[in-house]
C-alpha cells in the first residue's frame, strides 16, 4: 500500500452526536426485536404495501423453507415504483444514471412507472404470464433495472446473469432456470471502447430449448447478427408499448429471481429468493444501515446488478426506500482514476457503499486523486464482499469520508438475500475491520460443533432462527439445498453460512472467510473445484488443484497448479496462457488464475486428497508447515521448482 493514514488509532469509533441525533435507527431497535422479534419482522413489512393482509408472520413447518407473511398479496414492482407516484412522489430522480462513455440520464420515478409498464405490456405481448423465467445479461444500464422490475410486475422470475460471464456460463443459466425469453444488448462500454455481448448470447442460445425470444437493447451500435423470428430489438418492443400497466399481486412466497452463485462443487447453484420476505429485509436493511433519507440522500452503491448487492442495493432496498439514486454503467477508471470522484462531485453523493478490493485500489492509486475532489457530502460509508482489512477502513473513512463518516462492514450472502450483521450507523461505536452486531431481528452466532464460544474465541458462523430475505432453496434441488447449508448443525437446525468468524472481547463479530473451498477474488466467488474442472475440460490437463491466496488488492488471488497428460508437450507460457484464457472462457474473465504453475505432481495424503493447505503455502510463498502427511514429500521439492 502507498498510503498511510496517522499512526495512532483510536480502538473505535462512535457515531458523531449529529449524526446520532438524526439516525433512522436507535438503539431501540435492537430492544424491540429481542422482545418478540415475529412482531418486530411484522412492523417492519407494515412499511410495504400489502395488497391482501397476511395472516400468519413465519411459517416454519416446512423447515428448512420457509414461509414468510403468509397468505399476504403484494406486488413488488408497485412498491418500488408506483407507490412514490401515488405518494406525489413522481418527479423525484430515482436513477441519475451515469454511462461510460460520459453519456447520462436522470431518470424520475414517473418516467420510470412509465418504463417499466411498458416493458410489461411487451413481454406480456409475448406471452410470458408469472412463474415464467426470464434470463438478464446486461451492462449496468437503466433497461437493466427497468427489466428486473417488469419481470416483478408481471411475477416472472428473473435471472440475472453478470455481463462479465462467458456464453458458456449463460448456457448453463439459462438451461437451469429454464428461460424462455434472454434480455441483452449488442455490446457492451468497456473502458471506452464497445465490446459485443449479444454475440455471447447467440452462442450460448443456439440449440438452448427454453429460449423463445431474445430482446435486444442497443447500447454501443455495433453490428450484430439476427435471427429472424427469435430476435427483438428493445426499441421496436418496449419502447412503442403503451406507458399504462395496472399491477397484479402476488402470493407473498412467489418467486421473485434466482440467482446463481458458487459452491463447493463445479455446478453453480440457483439460489431461490421470493417477494414479501426478500423486499421486507431488503428495505428495513436499506432504510436502517443506510439511514436513507429520502429527500435530501444521494445514494450510491458500485455493486454490479448481475450479483446480489446489486439486486438488494441498487433495486430493491433503495426503489422500495423512494431513494435517489446514482447508477454508473463503467468501470472506476474511466477515462480515468478521477471517475468515481467526479461522479460524487456531480450529483452530491451522501452515502457511497463499495467493495474493499475496490477501497484498496484507491489506496494504490494514491490519495492524491480524492483529495483533488469535493467529497465533503459524503456522510455514510459502506463496505461489503469480504472482510476489509484495518488499513484499508482508516483510509476509507479519513480519506473518503473526511475523517466523521460512519462507515457500515456488512456482512451477508446471496444466501441471505440482505445484510446480515453491520453496525448500526447512529448507534454503533464502529471497529475497523469488524462487522460487529447482527442486526436487529437477526440471531448469528459464532458457535463450535454444539455450542456458542465464549468471547476471544473463534468458530463457525451461523444463524439460529429463520429471517425474512433467506433463500428459500437451490433451484431444481432441493436435496442440495438441505444437504449444503442445513446438514452441518442437522441437530440443531442452524443455517451454516460457510464462513469462520471470532468473538472480540467486547462480543463483537469479525468474519473471518470462508472455511469451505470457496475463493473470494475481488468480493467474487467462485470455487476452487469450479477452476479445476475449466481446467480439466482443456485436452492437456491431466489434473489440476486450485487455491486462493492472498493478494494485497483483490483479497484473495487463485493460483492453480495443473498435472499435464502423458504425452503433452509443455510449451511453458504459451500453454500456461492458453490454460488461463481456458478458464476465463469457461466460466468468466474474473475467474482467470492469477498464477498457473505446470507440475509433475500434486500433493497428497495417503487417502488420496489433494493437500491445499501446502499448495497455500506455495502460493504465498511460505515456508512449508507440516508434511509428513504427504505419500511423497519430495513432491514438494518438484512443485516449487516449476
Ligand atoms: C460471502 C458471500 C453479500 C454480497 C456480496 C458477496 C463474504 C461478504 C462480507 C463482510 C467479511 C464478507 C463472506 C460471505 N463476505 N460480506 N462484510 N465481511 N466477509 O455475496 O457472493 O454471496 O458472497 O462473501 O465470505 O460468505 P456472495
Known sequence: MTDTVSPSHPVSYPPSPEFAAQANATADLYAAAEKDSLAFWAEQADRLHWETPYQEVLDWSDAPVAKWFVGGTLNVAYNCVDRHVADGRGDQVAIHWEGEPGDSRDITYSELLADVSRAANAFTALGLVAGDRVAIYMPMIPEAIVSML????????????????????????????????????????????????????????????????????????????????????????????????????????????????????????????????????????????????????????????????????????????????????????????????????????????????????????????????????????GSVGEPINPEAWRWYREVIGGNSAPIVD???????????????????????????????????????????????????????????????GIWGDMDRYRDTYWSHFAEQGWYFAGDGARLDEDGDLWVLGRVDDVMNVSGHRISTSEVESALVGHPAVAEAAVVGASDETTGQGIVAFVILREGVENTGEALIKELKAQVATDISPIARPRDLKIVPELPKTRSGKIMRRLLRDVAEGRDLGDTSSLVDPKVFEAIRGS
Not at 428495513?284 to 446480489?308: E, M, P, Q, S
Open 150 to 381: 417488469a419481470c416483478a410486475r408481471l411475477g416472472l422470475t428473473h435471472g440475472v446473469i453478470f455481463a462479465g460471464f462467458s456464453s458458456a456460463a449463460v448456457r448453463q443459466r439459462v438451461d437451469d432456470a429454464g428461460a424462455r425469453l434472454v434480455i441483452t444488448t449488442d455490446g457492451q462500454w468497456r473502458r471506452g471502447k464497445p465490446a459485443p455481448l449479444k454475440a455471447a448470447v447467440d452462442e450460448a442460445v443456439d440449440g438452448a430449448e427454453s429460449v423463445e425470444h431474445v430482446l435486444v437493447v442497443n447500447r454501443t451500435g455495433s453490428d450484430v447478427d439476427w435471427v429472424e423470428g427469435r430476435d427483438l430489438w428493445w426499441h421496436d418492443t418496449v419502447t412503442p408499448a403503451s406507458p399504462e400497466h395496472t399491477a397484479e399481486a402476488f402470493d407473498s412466497e412467489h418467486p421473485l429471481f434466482i440467482l446463481y452463485t458458487s459452491g463447493t462443487t463445479g455446478k453453480p447453484k440457483g439460489i431461490l429468493h421470493t417477494s414479501g420476505g426478500y423486499l421486507t429485509q431488503a428495505s428495513y436493511t436499506h432504510y436502517n444501515v443506510f439511514d436513507l433519507k429520502r429527500d435530501t440522500d444521494v445514494y450510491w452503491c458500485t455493486a454490479d446488478i448481475g450479483w446480489i448487492t446489486g439486486h438488494s442495493y441498487i433495486v430493491y432496498g433503495p426503489l422500495s426506500n423512494g431513494a435517489t439514486q446514482v447508477v454508473y454503467e463503467g468501470t472506476p477508471n474511466s477515462p480515468d482514476e478521477h471517475r468515481h470522484w467526479n461522479i460524487v462531485e456531480k450529483y452530491g453523493v451522501t452515502i457511497y457503499y463499495t467493495a474493499p478490493t475496490l477501497v484498496r485500489t484507491f489506496m494504490k492509486w494514491g490519495r492524491q486523486i480524492p483529495d483533488a475532489h469535493d467529497l465533503s457530502t459524503i456522510r455514510l460509508l
Open 410 to 472: 456488512t456482512w451477508w450472502q446471496t444466501e441471505t438475500g440482505a445484510i446480515m450483521i453491520s453496525p448500526l450507523p447512529g448507534v454503533t461505536a464502529t471497529k475497523p475491520g469488524s462487522a460487529q452486531t447482527p442486526l436487529p431481528g437477526i440471531a448469528a452466532r459464532v458457535v463450535d460443533e454444539t455450542k456458542p464460544v465464549e468471547l476471544g474465541e473463534s468458530g463457525f458462523l451461523v444463524i439460529e432462527k429463520p429471517w425474512p430475505s433467506m433463500l428459500r
